[in-house]
């Protein structure tokens, strides 16, 4: 199933790559800005948690514990209530890089695109209003892409939104056209718990434990 999955993550993958191409002169990601992966909730499903798993057994003992401190840290915040709708920094960035980027989900392949959905709205990054993506052409007061700040830029590439939602990339005709399931989806803060959790009920030597 997980080699069904690696095939459908590919085919995303690739057309992700053209997405990003084709936005260049919009898109101002470098290493080092992690501001995407400090305030949201990253649904991921299970398939995708199953991948994410196999490159947080790849880590070494140090970027380990600092997942555990991070996780405990999370933990204390959300007991404490005082983030109500609890939105975090993901728990595996480590000195604002993520510490298993190859294996990272789905959502967070798309960051930094603008997404288009079906009932016609738009969403743009957040980050264009940080001087980030998309703030070349964005009309900030209006929240929408400025015509003018693109003629401006005298460029042929236009900024475009794709659709490329959550709810679209784990539709089930994907599930059908390359043979797996993606399973249940919950935020990634409760995949990690759940993970440390089930870890802590069995062995305790390469594993990430809490
Ligand atoms: S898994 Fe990696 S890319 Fe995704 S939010 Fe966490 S640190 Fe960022
Ligand atoms: S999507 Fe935005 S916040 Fe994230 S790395 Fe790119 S520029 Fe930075």
Redesign the pocket.
Known sequence: MLTNYLNYLNFINNKLNKFFISQKPYI??KKG????CKNAKYFYSKIEFEYLSAGLKLLNSEEKQIIINNINNLKQEKKAGSNKNFVYECPLLINDSCSVYDYRGIICRT??LMTAYNDGSIKI?F?AYNN??YSNVIDTENEKISVEKFKKLNIKEEPLAFNISYEYLTDSDFEKLFNFQFGEKKPLFNWLIDYSKRKSAVSCDTRLCI
């Open positions: 101002f990601c800005c992690s501001k995407c960051f930094g990054p980050c980030l993506n």
